[in-house]
């Protein structure tokens, strides 16, 4: 079943939605410091109000892209943003093209239909170059007993299925801190995917 997010957004249907950045990215951005403040360009995918890719804005120098497919998130992002390197773009990502040095994941890869998980794979070895990296904070376990996402649960064995055949695992460890309402054990993780270079 498809999700009309722009409904969603207009009605206020956005569980995933919490305001601000997610709580543990500090702490990645921190950690990879060096690997975040090189990057020439960024994107951040399915990025909603931009809360994400706010805060990345203020620990680089390079370009980033917030990508959405509903357009009211993208506009309250624009109208907030102060950043002349960063735009705001509705689009879809599997038709997206272009070439980024790190793709930051958060709530994206939960969010797409079970069976399109090979594509999004096939989209982010598109838009990464060898060497550049995927860096994401995967929601695993969304626990919302009877019923159906999104977000979409996975497991560490499935992301390493999927992403094993373009990328190699560079990091992995669960976020330093996290929203109250995912807070769990192992209903995040962390991981850092490096594109082979082929």
């Not at 207009?10 to 990879?32: I, V």
């Not at 624009?78 to 997206?96: A, M, P, Q």
């Amino acid at each position: 079943m498809s999700v009309d997010w722009n409904e969603r957004y207009r009605t206020g249907d956005t569980p995933w939605e919490k305001g601000e950045h997610h709580p543990g990215l500090p702490f990645l951005l921190s950690t990879h410091q060096n690997l975040v403040e090189s990057s020439r360009s960024i994107l951040v995918p399915g990025c909603g109000f931009g809360h994400d890719a706010h805060l990345i804005g203020e620990a680089v120098d390079g370009d980033i892209l917030g990508l959405d497919l509903a357009d009211e998130p993208i506009r309250q992002a624009g109208e907030r943003s102060r950043r002349e390197k960063t735009s705001w773009v509705v689009g879809d990502l599997f038709e997206w093209e272009g070439e980024y040095d790190l793709v930051f994941e958060h709530t994206c890869f939960c969010a797409i239909p079970v069976d399109r998980r090979e594509d999004y794979v096939t989209a982010m070895a598109s838009l990464i170059p060898g060497g550049g990296h995927l860096l994401g904070i995967f929601f695993l376990n969304p626990d919302h007993e009877g019923e159906e996402g999104p977000p979409f649960g996975v497991t560490v064995e499935e992301l390493h299925k999927f992403f094993g055949s373009e990328f190699e695992l560079a990091w992995s460890q669960p976020p330093a801190r996290t929203f109250d309402s995912r807070a769990g054990d192992g209903r995040e993780l962390c991981m850092l995917w490096r594109r082979k270079d082929h």
